[in-house]
């Protein structure tokens, strides 16, 4: 199904999309693909549909729920790089209108990609296709990350003068996506209630971690919460940077699966 002008355009989480990716070179998807499937590997029931209808849109999925063989092909590709060139490949045919007006992604302002995505549907999502598109974009080489700031080195501190605090990790997108950062008023009433308005920006992948978690004391099955962790840590391992005493013992991610 191509994504032509006037027609519907996907607008789920970048990182919902590479999960789903990504779990089927590992360990492949069981068929037919249905939401209850993309649920359970993403731990988002609430954007199940959404993914579900990208990777239709993206011809990886047909409409029997059966795996195409390009998407066959991307789960035989025989490593990372080559893995993100072909996704490149699936998405400059998914969106060859827009890459028709955008001969250097890399140079596009958000302003020209919204103007681009303002003719398809639904309109309501624009911010959300335009995220899409960026983010996968980036994962897959078309785009550039965005680049992270490289700290400047401090002064060696005195030795009389207690140990310089360890700096936090940095966020980077490196290979990884990273698309437009979410502002206090853009959040979801619900949320927004629970954080002050002095929280800073927050990047799309922990708005939608934060909109999966139900209300403070309602029932939540273990089954639900293992998911939810399962797929919070394979965001943290898109985000950040693997520390210098990560193989001395399971990750997050390994543990959950324990």
Not at 53 to 77: C, H, I, S
Not at 109 to 127: D, I, K, N, S, V
Not at 141 to 167: C, F, L, S, Y
Not at 223 to 244: I, K, M, V
């Amino acid at each position: 199904m191509p994504i032509t002008p006037n027609g519907p355009a996907p607008y789920a989480p970048p990182g919902t999309v590479i999960a789903v990716v990504e779990h089927n070179r590992r360990v492949g998807l069981p068929t037919p693909v249905t939401t209850e499937v993309i649920a359970r590997i993403t731990g988002t029931p609430g954007l199940a549909p959404r993914v579900l209808k990208a990777l239709r849109l993206y011809e990886l999925v047909d409409d029997n729920g059966q795996l195409t063989r390009q998407f066959d092909e991307l789960a035989r590709a025989p490593s990372e790089d080559d893995l993100k060139k072909r996704f490149a490949e699936v998405l400059q045919a998914a969106y060859g209108d827009v890459f028709e007006y955008l001969p250097d992604p890399d140079t596009a302002t958000p302003e020209r990609l919204e103007g681009l995505f303002r003719g398809y549907q639904p309109r309501g999502q624009l911010a959300s296709m335009v995220g899409l598109f960026r983010g996968l974009c980036q994962y897959s080489g078309i785009m550039d990350p965005i680049p992270v700031d490289t700290p400047k080195p401090r002064a060696t501190a005195p030795a009389n003068r207690a140990a310089a605090r360890v700096p936090a990790p940095r966020r980077l997108t490196g290979t990884e996506y990273k698309s437009t950062r979410i502002g206090h008023n853009d959040l979801p009433p619900r949320l927004r209630g629970t954080m002050p308005a002095d929280a800073g920006d927050l990047h799309p992948f922990f708005v939608t971690l934060l909109e999966q978690l139900p209300e403070l004391g309602s029932p939540w099955p273990r089954r639900d919460r293992e998911a939810w962790t399962t797929f919070a840590a394979s965001g943290f391992n898109l985000l950040y940077r693997p520390g210098p005493d990560d193989d001395s013992g399971p990750s997050l991610e390994r543990r959950t699966e324990q």
